[in-house]
């Protein structure tokens, strides 16, 4: 039998949101490299009878790296396993499948993806912010937050993010809030600005802490606030009220 990798995202954590697909080809898997950001009631789901290989990354810690994870993928597969690389969210939105696909074809490896639902959108959902709104925001611009907004040679416009309006949602911020906030607010972007952080997305200690753009970092931080966390930056969220939160139990994996 040939080998083959599929680059499954396993989307904001809830297993109801996995897709059909992506249910089929976990439950057929003989190799799963999984993440941690599928959440802990995904990767308590995956079959026994599968090698499952941890290739999550703990803050700069990284059980495994990015060279590694993709020697396994490309070694599995040519041994005439069916590999899944398991991604939270979905698996072409930072989540690095783009470079595993590169790799994946450049060593003749049969791949197929399989999208997910991507936390940028599903996670403010859960908590009655949406992206977009015809009152607030026509746009949303999604960006990752793991890059220093003061390095040289930064690949994202500051300037342009502070003034192009909409929804901003910031993914893998956490760690730079304060940055992120400062360097907005120099370029333009009104103190005022409402921002939400949403912590563990659709999981059983799922938080989500609000504040105006200029407080948000000293907020963040009275609150101890961690990642996994998606931030939203825009007038949408003035649309979060704490009765509109999705409730968990009834997806099934609230207490």
Known sequence: MEGKVFLVGAGPGDPGL??????????????????????????????????QIDCGKYGQSHILEQDSIEALMVERARAGKQVVRLKGGDPFLFGRGGEELETLRAHGVPVEVVPGVTSAIAVPAAVGIPVTHRRYASVVTIITGHEDPDKEGSSL???????????????????????????LLSHGKPPSTPVAIIERGY????????????????RASEEGVKPPAVIVIGGVVDLYTQSDTIDLAHLGIGP
């Open 157 to 183: 416009d500051w300037a342009a993010l502070a003034k192009v309006g909409g929804t901003l949602v910031v993914l893998m911020g956490v760690g730079n809030i304060g940055e992120i906030a400062r360097v």
């Open 203 to 218: 999981r059983k200690d799922q938080r989500v802490t609000t504040a105006p753009l200029n407080l948000i970092a000293t």
């Open 18 to 51: 996995l897709t059909v697909r992506a249910c089929a080809v976990i439950a057929s898997a003989d190799v799963i490299l999984y993440d941690q950001l599928p959440g802990p009631e995904i990767l308590a789901s995956l079959p026994q009878s599968a090698e």
